[in-house]
Nanobody, 113 residues
Framework: QVLLVESGGGLVQPGGSLRLSCAAS????????MGWYRQAPGKQREMVAI???????NYADSVKGRFTISRDNAKNTVFLQMNNLKSEDTAVYYC???????WGQGTQVTVSS
């Protein structure tokens, strides 16, 4: 059974940074496409960043240049480094294993002064 557990969310001021982690079990992420998605109140869930196992990363236009997705295959963990955060980045952030459509439980990110 595949299990994804996100962590690292919290409250941060505009312009601040957070690093989200997604620890996987039940699979080896080294051969899977992984992604981060987010859902703000009253809005649909949207793709933030994807890191395929053998292709280039892909980002939503709204986060390009500010967010970086990465993976540590030895730790079986995917990361999302978020810099220069804006109020519109406030959302629940979810980790996803794309091939089997497996989601984590989500972690709340709130950007507010």
């Amino acid at each position: 059974q595949v299990l994804l557990v996100e962590s690292g969310g919290g409250l941060v001021q505009p312009g601040g940074s957070l690093r989200l982690s997604c620890a996987a079990s039940g699979i080896s992420i080294s051969v899977y496409d992984m992604g981060w998605y987010r859902q703000a109140p009253g809005k649909q869930r949207e793709m933030v960043a994807i890191i395929p196992w053998r292709a280039s990363t892909n980002y939503a236009d709204s986060v390009k240049g500010r967010f970086t997705i990465s993976r540590d295959n030895a730790k079986n963990t995917v990361f999302l480094q978020m810099n220069n955060l804006k109020s519109e980045d406030t959302a629940v952030y979810y980790c996803k294993e794309l091939q089997n459509n497996v989601w984590g439980q989500g972690t709340q990110v709130t950007v507010s002064s």
